[in-house]
């Protein structure tokens, strides 16, 4: 299947998986697709964003075929966490450590932002993928979310200190 969100999108729908396309512009500087996953214990929405990097896209490539060489499929996990500004620190050192245990490595926060995310980068050759891994990699961000996201959101909020889960008192 081609590395295109539209493409992936009429995928989801005949799996009968809601999404919606951003188109470039405004935020957004290439067309995304944004798939909810879901509420969380407080019913808010989480969500994933999906989107295709070509890195050639602005390059003079010789060929469509340099052109599609490689395209990055990004997935990045929203997660609706507020993080208090003071906790930023601590949240960064759970992330890291998050990502050092972790199978699938990829929580980052944004400082700037105040807040976390989970990235999954796959590079796609020839600008194809295959239609069950684009869909469990989908269900693999969600699931990195589903589980790490109290722990996350306790330590933003401050109610978990970050020194109780290295030293082993809080197991994941």
Not at 72 to 90: A, F, N, R, W
Not at 105 to 119: K, Q, R, T
Not at 130 to 144: E, M
């Amino acid at each position: 299947m081609q590395v295109d969100v539209r493409i992936l999108q009429e995928y989801l729908a005949s799996l009968d998986i809601e999404s919606t396309l951003i188109p470039a512009g405004g935020q957004a500087v290439v067309d995304e697709l944004e798939v909810p996953i879901g509420v969380d214990a407080e019913n808010r929405e989480r969500r994933v964003i999906i989107m295709a990097d070509n890195p050639f896209k602005d390059e003079d490539a010789s060929s469509k075929e340099e052109q599609d060489a490689v395209v990055i499929l990004k997935y990045i996990g929203i997660l609706p966490i507020t993080v208090s500004p003071s906790l930023l620190g601590d949240l960064a050192r759970l992330v890291c450590f998050l990502n050092h245990v972790s199978d699938i490595p990829g929580f980052l926060v944004s400082e700037p932002l105040a807040s976390v995310y989970f990235l999954y980068s796959l590079p796609c050759p020839n600008g194809q993928i295959d239609p069950v891994q684009f869909v469990t990699i989908l269900g693999l961000v969600s699931t990195q979310i589903d589980e790490f996201q109290p722990f996350i959101e306790q330590v933003a909020k401050g109610e978990l200190s970050i020194d109780k889960v290295l030293s082993g008192e809080v197991e994941l």
